[in-house]
T-cell receptor, first 113, second 110 residues
Framework: EAQVTQNPRYLITVTGKKLTVTCSQN?????MSWYRQDPGLGLRQIYY???????DKGDVPEGYKVSRKEKRNFPLILESPSPNQTSLYFC????????????FGQGTRLTVV | AQRVTQPEKLLSVFKGAPVELKCNYS??????LFWYVQYSRQRLQLLLR??SRESIKGFTADLNKGETSFHLKKPFAQEEDSAMYYC????????????FGKGTRLSVIA
């Protein structure tokens, strides 16, 4: 089954404790992206990757890092989480062709206390 | 840079009433446009794309290049249509990822 898998689904952590949210897709897609979803602000792109070893900042990259060492994985790293990073995070992947849809993961709800 | 605008954060309609969720974009070329839907506690999923010109769950959307709009319409709203709706744009060259609007929450009242 074609899917995008994020882990964990829920995470509560303390300020400053490094964490990683994993994202994996099994569709051989070139593009992968991370978004955060906040009430009243909609979906905001954090980082995206157009292929292996190619990453670029989205609209709200501050406080986040990503890596794309292999095509299927695109982890999101918070080196020193802060309470304003409490949010619902979505990973998405899509093939290169422009008219094809993006597939989303099930979301990770992160709370930083 | 290309931009997608959904002017309404919240839209409430009565069951059976027509629905129109507005989406405007700013891009001078020929983009690919999509509508995504997110039901409560679920992941985003594609509702429809302009290139396929299809009707999904009674929803349709027509690309109006003159007005740079891609409004989502349904003639008779159902309670199960209550969800968050996102309009999204992607350049047809395929060199960029999706750009999303801020979303409109549709609430259908019985």
């Amino acid at each position: 089954e074609a899917q995008v898998t994020q882990n964990p689904r829920y995470l509560i952590t303390v300020t400053g404790k490094k964490l990683t949210v994993t994202c994996s897709q099994n569709m051989n897609h070139e593009y992968m992206s991370w978004y955060r979803q906040d009430p009243g602000l909609g979906l905001r792109q954090i980082y995206y990757s157009m292929n292996v070893e190619v990453t670029d900042k989205g609209d709200v990259p501050e406080g986040y890092k990503v890596s794309r060492k292999e095509k299927r994985n695109f982890p999101l790293i918070l080196e020193s989480p802060s309470p304003n990073q409490t949010s619902l995070y979505f990973c998405a992947s899509s093939p290169r062709k422009g008219d094809t849809e993006a597939f989303f993961g099930q979301g990770t709800r992160l709370t930083v206390v | 840079a290309q931009r997608v605008t959904q002017p309404e954060k919240l839209l409430s309609v009565f069951k059976g009433a027509p629905v129109e969720l507005k989406c405007n974009y700013s891009y001078s070329g020929s983009p690919e446009l999509f509508w995504y839907v997110q039901y409560s506690r679920q992941r985003l999923q594609l509702l429809l794309r302009h290139i396929s010109r299809e009707s999904i769950k009674g929803f349709t959307a027509d690309l109006n290049k003159g007005e740079t709009s891609f409004h989502l319409k349904k003639p008779f709203a159902q309670e199960e249509d209550s969800a968050m709706y996102y309009c999204a744009l992607r350049l047809n060259s395929g060199n960029t990822p999706l750009v999303f609007g801020k979303g409109t929450r549709l609430s259908v009242i019985a």
